[in-house]
């Protein structure tokens, strides 16, 4: 069964960046792509961008793309997502998610989701 | 630009049915999607591609398109179903993603 595990919660100051982890078991990278998806308190979903590692292609949300950067680890199947400069309105929970490789280009099926980080972006 | 609307909240008797909808320009070219997540818990994706239903999700979950609005439709509506509901589907020129601002349902 497909899993994915992210790292835990961080507090950082407005300015400075941070990089979450998401690890996959059960799954390799070859059939997915990875999404990252961020909640702010009390707000909806917010689509950040997508990764495929077997072709190390990005597509980020215009709102991120100057602010963020999607990697991944295929030794590890583990994915990364690093924003930087941030703003005390990045405090938000974050979650990967796996897109089967299959629906990229049609509907984008987001089929397993990690837990969340929570990113806490004080002064 | 694009944007994906909901109602902020929709209520439905104990196993009655009830209907979420999404509305949105893009929608008419391009698949939706329905996650439900209930407090403190993660999204769980309950419909894609408009109308199918991954291994798991009990059948009264069903999803339809008509236009440029998504629904889904919970057809006996149980009070583990008490979540967020929110659509995604692509912004209108379909290489970027979106979501709606998510629906409460309460079940009565």
């Known amino acids: 069964q497909v899993h994915l595990v992210q790292s835990g919660a961080e507090v950082k100051k407005p300015g400075s960046s941070v990089t979450l982890s998401c690890k996959a078991s059960g799954a390799t990278f070859n059939t997915y792509a990875v999404t990252w998806v961020r909640q702010a308190p009390g707000k909806g979903l917010e689509w950040m961008g997508g990764f495929i590692p077997i072709v190390v292609t990005t597509n980020y949300a215009q709102k991120f793309q100057f602010r963020v950067t999607l990697s991944a680890d295929e030794s590890t199947t583990t994915a990364y997502m690093e924003l930087r400069a941030l703003k005390t309105e990045d405090t938000a929970v974050y979650f990967c998610a796996l897109v089967e490789m299959a629906t990229i280009l049609d509907y984008y099926k987001m089929v397993v989701w990690g837990q969340g980080t929570t990113v806490i972006v004080s002064s | 630009s694009s944007e994906l609307t909901q109602d902020p909240a929709v209520s439905v008797a104990l196993g009655q049915t009830v209907r979420i909808t999404c509305q949105g320009d893009?929608?008419?070219?391009?698949?939706a999607s329905w996650f439900q997540q209930k407090p403190g818990q993660a999204p769980v994706l309950v419909i894609f591609a408009n109308i199918q239903r991954p291994s798991g999700i009990p059948d009264r979950f069903s999803g339809s398109k008509s236009g440029n609005t998504s629904s889904l439709t919970i057809t006996g509506a149980l009070a583990e179903d008490e979540a967020d509901y929110h659509c995604c589907s692509r912004d209108n020129t379909g290489h970027h993603h979106l979501f709606g601002g998510g629906t409460r349902l309460t079940v009565l």
């Open positions: 893009s929608l008419s070219d391009f698949y």
